[in-house]
């Protein structure tokens, strides 16, 4: 599974890495030490998280802007079908669904906690991951 750094985390949050930590230092948001002693976040952690503070409704605490249509965010359900799949992606306070092929989904790799951006054009929405 894949895990964030803060500053990773308050990026895909919408928050600043000093509002991640005092999330992480108030128990918000659980973490642990990698062999380097850096603080890190599970993916899945992150996506649960991502979803709470989405639904919250607190737009103080969770800017967020939207340049050229892009939403990064991390990827908080993944639901196959034999043809088709449904993409959930939480980028700061908003949600985002995409449906597309399953063929895409596997390809790309995607699951549950891991980084991705939807890219929204007309009814269509498009999703990227980083570079390997």
Not at 6 to 34: C, K
Not at 111 to 117: H, I, K, L, P, R
């Amino acid at each position: 599974m894949q895990s964030y750094t803060i500053g990773q985390a308050a990026r895909l949050l919408g928050v600043s890495p000093d509002t991640a930590r005092r999330w992480a230092d108030a128990g918000r948001v659980t973490t642990h030490r990698d062999e380097s002693g850096r603080r890190l976040i599970d993916g899945r952690d992150l996506a649960a998280f991502s979803v709470e503070i989405g639904q919250s409704g607190d737009d103080d605490e969770v800017p967020y802007t939207s340049a050229r249509n892009a939403f990064p965010g991390i990827v908080t359900a993944v639901r196959l079908g034999d043809v088709a799949a449904q993409v959930e992606i939480q980028a700061g306070p908003h949600r985002l669904v995409s449906l597309l092929t399953r063929e895409a989904v596997e390809e790309l790799g995607l699951g549950v906690g891991m980084q991705a951006t939807a890219r929204v054009k007309s009814t269509s929405v498009h999703i990227d991951t980083p570079s390997p």
